[in-house]
């Protein structure tokens, strides 16, 4: 599906893969994330592409609000609640900057934590 934004030029459509990119690619870039869950880095994600994104972050678009879940890998030297809190501030900060839509509601999973 895709999420469309109209402007008075026109209308700019937004694939779902594209904003679980954005979403992903912020939260592995925050201090503390090893990967997202199923072992995807930044390399991971330009390499094999956004369909497999799919296991580690999910949204929810409804008239241009989003909500977002992602499963993320913390290193086991970091404050879980601090770097949870700072996926939350860049996935939003993210994906309201390169889309225009609002991010309402992110929901961080720890799914694991490396030694």
Do not use: F, H, W, Y
Request: with cysteine; hydrophobic share 45%.
């Amino acid at each position: 599906m895709e999420e469309s934004v109209r402007n008075k030029l026109g209308e700019v459509r937004i694939a779902d893969e594209v904003v679980c990119a954005i979403a992903g690619l912020a939260a592995v870039d925050t201090r503390g994330v090893s990967s997202l869950a199923g072992g995807i880095t930044n390399d991971r994600i330009a390499t094999t592409g956004l369909k497999n994104l799919g296991k580690a972050v999910r949204i929810a678009v409804s008239e241009n609000a989003v909500e977002v879940r992602i499963a993320v890998i913390l290193d086991g030297s970091v404050s879980i609640p601090e770097c949870t809190v700072e996926i939350q501030k860049k996935v939003k900060n993210s994906i309201e900057s390169m889309t225009g839509m609002e991010v309402t509601n992110i929901q961080v999973v720890v799914a694991g934590v490396t030694a």
